[in-house]
Structures are given as structure tokens and as C-alpha cells.
């Protein structure tokens, strides 16, 4: 078999054999594959697409590129949760204690921030100590004694995912349907999740803009997970506006906490954290109906037995539980600059692709996979869409270490925030659940 007959193959729309696509991650593996080769054939794939088959296959091959967590070492009902990228997307942090409060084992793999949208380990990392390099056998230790881990994707796991994922990001080929399903679920699989939890982000802060596509791309994780023996809920959700109010690494974890203290009862991290948990109850046969998972979620959080959990986790990977409390142990930005309406009206849409843009030049996020972050900086939103805003009050405000950049990062916000005169309907946050 050649390399560049499958390039070949796949740029004139043809379907790939399992044979050859194994080929093509056991080259990616022994390195015989040149990244000019790989990264012609990725663009092949966004341009011709794959068929579910050869998803299911490319998903299979990239599992057995490296080692995979025995299950029977796993507590039983292990779960991982996934989101596929947003911005200002904190609810791993506020979901899996929740559920670990519940008795829901939770081994959680992360990523860091990458490209526009942010990412859980940088998050964590805010709070002082706090160790994301963890070992799988360490992980699995902890969630025996406390059901939640979270850390960094380990080496040995999906090793071929590693390396497509860092050539798709700097190749424009990240945003293909099979490419993201492969690689979402390959992980999930290799750490071992019976079941997996995955919320997949839809509009112009996401990877994928339309819903058709991802609609497709929730249908194909849940197919692929089910035929590998997991159980997988898919919720299709809103990316076009940034999830919450804050954007940025440690104010999205003082957001987090203060959801979990039971300081936040409306808004999208309200109504999406209690979907998935409740969706997650009724999977698992704790709870019978909605209004009694919901109960059991509300007094989860107003006894303080969500944000223990919390706390316990941080304690356990090394960091300072007291953050998460007192929050000027967190990063913190030097400077606040407080940006107010110029006209009356109402918050018609906050553009979350912009806002990321903005965070990304004040520090947030990162270029390149090696790229130092300042975890301080971000962008708090105090008006929402669909809120009332008057001329004179704050819009949003920004926490910056930097004026030329608060400047430049004023000037996209602004451009974000899109203010009309007569109420907005309600947008849904939720748009599909699939399983
Ligand atoms: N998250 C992943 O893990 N992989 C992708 O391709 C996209 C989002």
C-alpha cells in the first residue's frame, strides 16, 4: 500500500477499507508518514468527508495507537464527560461534582485551550497547586476514594489522536465532522468510560456552525460509542453566544463556584449543568422522574455537598481548596476596566466567537500548544441577551494585564455586543438530546 494512493483515493470522494485506514494510523505511529502527507490527507477528508464506516474505523484504529485502561480496574459506571469546544464553557466544573455527589464515578480527561475555544485543564490550573499531569493509575485511585478525577490527556493513551489533533490546528482541518467524532470518542474509549456524557456546541463560537452538522457529528459519537459497548447521551447546545457570563480561566472557576454555592439560579450554566446531570440521574437509575432529579440537584447544592466535592478534588490533585472560597488566591488581573452602554435597549446577541477573539489577545488562550497563558485575564459579561440594559450601566468588564490590549480587546466586544430596542425573544440554549 502506498501513502499517497489513499490521498488519492480520498480526494476523488472514494470510500477507505479498513485495512487502509489502519494503514494510515499505523504510518502516523511508526512515523513513516511525512505531516505534509497526513495533513494532505486530512484536507482530503474536509473536503470528500468519510462515511460512518470508515469514522467507526479511523475511531477503532486510533484507540489501539496506544494503550488502553483495563475496565475491569475501573469502578463500575465510570464516566467522562466531553464537551466539543466552546467559550466560556465551565461545566465540567460545575457537572462532575454534582454527579460525583451523586455516587457517579467520574474520570475526567481534559484538554487545554486550543484555537478560539478554551479548555478545562488550563481552568483548573488557576487554582493554586492544583496538578492536571496526572498518572491513569493515580486517577483511577481517586475517583475509587472520592468518584472524580480530572487531568490532562495522558501520553500513552490515543497517542495518534495527539498527533493528528496538533496537525489539524495549524492545518485549518479541524472543524470535519469524522475528525472531531473519532477523535472525541477514541479518548473516551482508550480511559475506559462505560458511560459518556457528551455536550456538543452548535453556532459561530463552536466548531461546528450549523446545526445540521452538528446534529450529524452528535449522531455518529453516539452511534460509534454504543457499537464499542459504551452508553452515550449527546446534547446538541448554543454557541452563539459564550456559555455564562464569564470568559477567561480563573473567572470562569469563581463562576463555577458560585454556582455551586447556590449563588446562580437562572442563566445557561444553571440550565445546561442541570440538563446533563439530570439526563445522567435518570441514565443511571438513581432518580425516577425529572422533578425528583432536580430536587436531588437543588439540595446537592443548597446543602454544600456539591461545592465539598469541589473542594475535595482540588484537595486530592494537590491544590489550595480555600480559592475556591476566598477568591484572591486565584490569578488576578491588575487591571478592571468597566465598559458601559452608550444608548438605551436590550441585549439582542453577545457574539461568542468574537469574545473569544478579545480573551485570546488579552492572554487567555494560546496559538500554539507551548504557548504560556495568563489565567487572570478574561472578559465578564454583566448583561446577557435578552437582558434590559440602560445607558450608563456596565455591559461587560474586562480584567487585563495590559492597556494596548484592553484597548484592542474593548473594540471587539463592542463589536460582539449587538443592543435593540424592542425585547429579544428567547433563544434556546438546548436544541436536541441524542441517544
Ligand atoms: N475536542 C476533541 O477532543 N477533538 C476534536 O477534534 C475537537 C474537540
Do not use: W
Amino acid at each position: 500500500m502506498r501513502t499517497v494512493d489513499l490521498i488519492l483515493k480520498k480526494k476523488q470522494g472514494k470510500e477507505l477499507s479498513k485495512e487502509e485506514i489502519n494503514f494510515f494510523i499505523d504510518s502516523i505511529m511508526d512515523r513513516s508518514m511525512p505531516d505534509y502527507q497526513i495533513s494532505a490527507f486530512l484536507m482530503a477528508v474536509c473536503f470528500q468527508g468519510m462515511t460512518d464506516l470508515e469514522t467507526s474505523y479511523l475511531t477503532e484504529a486510533m484507540v489501539k495507537s496506544g494503550s488502553f485502561v483495563d475496565q475491569s480496574k475501573l469502578p463500575k459506571g465510570v464516566l467522562d464527560k466531553h464537551s466539543t469546544g466552546g467559550v466560556g464553557d465551565k461545566i465540567t466544573l460545575t457537572l462532575t461534582p454534582i454527579l460525583a455527589a451523586c455516587g457517579i464515578p467520574c474520570l475526567k480527561l481534559s484538554g487545554r485551550a486550543l484555537g478560539h475555544t478554551g479548555g478545562t485543564i488550563d481552568k483548573l490550573e488557576s487554582i493554586p497547586g492544583f496538578n492536571t499531569d496526572c498518572q491513569i493509575d493515580d486517577m483511577i485511585s481517586q475517583v475509587k476514594q472520592i468518584n472524580l478525577a480530572i487531568g490532562a490527556q495522558t501520553k500513552g493513551l490515543t497517542p495518534a489522536d495527539g498527533i493528528l489533533y496538533a496537525l489539524r490546528d495549524v492545518t485549518g482541518t479541524v472543524d470535519n465532522v469524522s475528525l472531531i467524532a473519532s477523535s472525541v470518542i477514541s479518548k473516551k474509549i482508550a480511559s475506559g468510560a462505560e458511560n459518556i456524557v457528551l455536550d456538543v456546541k452548535c453556532g459561530n463560537g463552536a466548531f461546528m456552525k450549523e446545526p445540521q452538522d452538528a446534529a450529524r457529528l452528535a449522531r455518529l459519537m453516539v452511534e460509534i460509542g454504543k457499537h464499542l459497548g459504551r452508553k452515550v447521551i449527546a446534547v446538541i447546545t448554543s454557541m452563539n453566544e459564550p456559555l455564562g457570563r464569564a470568559v477567561g480561566n480563573s473567572l470562569e472557576v469563581i463562576e463555577a463556584c458560585e454556582f455551586l454555592k447556590g449563588n446562580c439560579k437562572d442563566g445557561e450554566v444553571y440550565e445546561l449543568t442541570f440538563e446533563l446531570a439530570i439526563l445522567t440521574l435518570l441514565q443511571y437509575g438513581i432518580c425516577a422522574d425529572r422533578e425528583t432529579a432536580h430536587a436531588h440537584i437543588e439540595d446537592l447544592i443548597n446543602s454544600g455537598k456539591a461545592l465539598d466535592k469541589f473542594k475535595e478534588l482540588v484537595k486530592a490533585q494537590g491544590g489550595d481548596a480555600e480559592a475556591l472560597v476566598d477568591y484572591s488566591k486565584l490569578p488576578t488581573a491588575s487591571k478592571t476596566v468597566e465598559v458601559k452602554a452608550e444608548k438605551d435597549g436590550y441585549v439582542e446577541n453577545i457574539d461568542a466567537y468574537k469574545v473569544a477573539l478579545a480573551c485570546k489577545l488579552l492572554g487567555a488562550g494560546r496559538e500554539k500548544k507551548t504557548d504560556a497563558i495568563d489565567l487572570s485575564v478574561g472578559v465578564y459579561l454583566n448583561k446577557k441577551s435578552g437582558e434590559r440594559v440602560n445607558k450608563g450601566e456596565v455591559l461587560y468588564t474586562i480584567y487585563s494585564n495590559n492597556d494596548a490590549k484592553t484597548q484592542q480587546c474593548k473594540e471587539l466586544c463592542d463589536e460582539a455586543y449587538e443592543i435593540a430596542t424592542g425585547q429579544p425573544t428567547k433563544k434556546p440554549l438546548i436544541y436536541e438530546i441524542v441517544q
